[in-house]
Nanobody
Framework: QVQLVESGGGLVQAGGSLNLSCAAS????????TGWFRQAPGKQRELVAR???????NYVDFVKGRFTISRDNAKNTVYLRMNSLKPEDTALYYC?????????WGQGTQVTVSS
């Protein structure tokens, strides 16, 4: 059984930082493209950052320079370091593992940024 478990969300003031973690069981992250998505109330889920199986990273424009995605293969965990947080970053953040037509999702961790 595959499980992705996110943690690290919380309430932070604008300009602050959070470090999200996503731990996997049942799969090996290094064989997947792993991404962080987010969904704000009333909005569609959107990609934030992704790290491929070979370690390449890409980010959407609105987080470039502020967020960093990384992976620890030994811990089978993916991280999202979020700096300079803004109120518009408030959302439920989801971890995703993707390979061909297969997608696995975590349950999400809430990030709330106060102004």
């Amino acid at each position: 059984q595959v499980q992705l478990v996110e943690s690290g969300g919380g309430l932070v003031q604008a300009g602050g930082s959070l470090n999200l973690s996503c731990a996997a069981s049942g799969i090996t992250f290094s064989g997947y493209a792993t991404g962080w998505f987010r969904q704000a109330p009333g909005k569609q889920r959107e990609l934030v950052a992704r790290i491929t199986s070979d370690g390449s990273t890409n980010y959407v424009d609105f987080v470039k320079g502020r967020f960093t995605i990384s992976r620890d293969n030994a811990k089978n965990t993916v991280y999202l370091r979020m700096n300079s947080l803004k109120p518009e970053d408030t959302a439920l953040y989801y971890c995703n593992a993707h390979w061909k037509i297969i997608d696995y999702w975590g349950q999400g961790t809430q990030v709330t940024v106060s102004s």
